[in-house]
């Protein structure tokens, strides 16, 4: 699995966006940070709470100068099926069927054929800055994710639990 | 269009369920008593000796299968209950855990995730249903497989006391001993064919008489080999003698 610092594999596949199918690239994502968030299987029970709870937060990590985008070993049909059902998914969904991205990133199960539950944030120059895995049975935590994503952005030492108006570590230090 | 009434059907696979008591029973009866006459008869030369040796050997056989069978179900039911007492506890602390395994099941068994993901969504719309299908799909346990341990046990025992009563009774009618043990065998013959047809029938098999003839099979080596150990042993009954 990569580790904050490696470089991000790059990715140019189809995917669901907004109940139609396109294209996205890692290459031509804009923004500062880019979120990407594998999860096992469409059509699934804990899935779907990750899958729409993004999708609330949308709005929230946009503001953070944050692009989603998640990834599963199910085709663009599949993909935009589930979209459908979930009520509509406005950001990228993409189709890994063979895997490949998943195995990139290192978090691909081999025994299940599936992509593990995997984060993986980037920064601006497209590094991991941080990434996580949690195993298939457990979901993630928007909010948590949203609030790393607001910690990376401070550039600061964040303490533990740091949130937004919560004083910083001490400065001049490398870390 | 012809109909099924399923609740009909259920007491049909009730009372089915006790059909390995009956099967096991009868041919053990009639296997183990056939094969005490036959065993007897090479070692002991009194006819009465032979037949009361042969209904003690009757009531013991069936006191102890019963018991066995009671023993067995119970210990097997509460296992059972058990294991299920752990599946409910997980299932209603962790319900997606059985709504994903659930789903695996179903497309294992040909559905389409997407199809399967409609069934076990509907289904958790009635937690009851979620749970017993569930059960009977992920771990092949249901109300039936827990049995009702004191009827196995009643059951058995009577049918070991019907399959012993076979050999043994033109064994006891027929005193001349050139023909008891031939009348004995050859009821055990017929009956062994019987309840093997009776279970091919049952199975709706067009080769029934292959059943009964296995059966047969079955018996006479068990025969055969009891009478020769009966008349390697006799040796040994004159010497203690």
């Not at chain 1, 929230?60 to 059902?85: K, M």
């Not at chain 1, 978090?107 to 895995?133: C, M, P, Q, W």
């Not at chain 2, 006191?63 to 299920?84: D, F, I, K, N, P």
Request: a neutral charge; glycine letters at 10%; proline letters at 5%.
């Amino acid at each position: 699995m990569l580790k904050p610092g490696d470089p991000a594999p790059p990715f140019d596949l189809e995917c669901a966006l907004d109940g139609r199918t396109a294209r996205c690239s890692l290459a031509k994502i804009p923004s500062e940070l880019v979120l990407i968030f594998f999860y096992p299987r469409d059509f699934s029970f804990i899935c779907p709470t990750e899958v729409i709870g993004f999708n609330k937060a949308l709005k929230e990590f946009a503001a953070e100068e944050t692009t989603i985008v998640g990834v599963s070993i199910d085709n663009v049909d599949s993909h935009l099926r589930w979209a459908r059902e979930l009520g509509g998914i406005a950001y990228p969904m993409l189709a890994d069927p063979e895997g490949s991205l998943a195995r990139a990133y290192g978090i691909f199960d081999e025994n299940e054929k599936v992509a593990l539950r995997a984060t993986f944030i980037l920064d601006r120059r497209r590094k991991v800055a941080y990434s996580s895995s949690c195993p298939l049975n457990i979901g993630r935590s928007v909010i948590e994710t949203l609030r790393i994503v607001r910690a990376l952005r401070t550039g600061q030492l964040c303490p533990a639990d740091w949130t937004p108006g919560v004083e910083f570590g001490p400065t001049g230090r490398d870390f | 269009m012809a109909t099924v009434d399923p609740a009909e059907k259920r007491r049909l696979f009730e009372r089915l369920s006790s059909i390995r008591e009956i099967v096991f029973g009868v041919q053990d009866g009639v296997l183990t008593t056939a094969g005490v006459l036959c065993g007897l008869s090479g070692a002991v030369s009194q006819h009465s000796q032979v037949a009361l040796a042969a209904l003690a050997s009757t009531a013991a056989g069936a006191l102890s299968m019963g018991a066995g069978a009671y023993l067995g179900a119970r210990a097997e039911a509460e296992v059972l209950r058990a294991e299920l007492h752990l599946v409910r506890a997980d299932a209603a602390e962790k319900p997606y855990t059985v709504q994903e395994g659930l789903l695996d099941e179903l497309c294992k068994e040909g559905l389409s995730r997407e199809a399967a993901f409609r069934v076990v969504r509907l289904l958790s719309t009635a937690p009851r249903a979620l749970e017993s299908t569930a059960e009977a799909k992920m771990f092949g346990l249901g109300g039936a497989v827990l049995g009702k341990p004191a009827l196995d046990g009643v059951v058995m025992g009577i049918a070991f006391l019907v399959g012993a009563v076979v050999p043994l009774l033109p064994y006891m009618l027929i005193t001349a001993q050139r023909y008891d043990l031939g009348a004995a065998l050859l009821a055990t013959a017929f009956t062994l064919f019987g309840v093997g047809y009776f279970e091919g029938w049952l199975a709706h098999r067009s080769d029934r008489w292959r059943s009964g003839i296995r059966f047969l099979t079955i018996a006479l080596i068990a025969a055969a080999a009891g009478y020769a150990i009966g008349l390697a042993i006799s040796p040994l009954g004159a010497t203690a003698g």
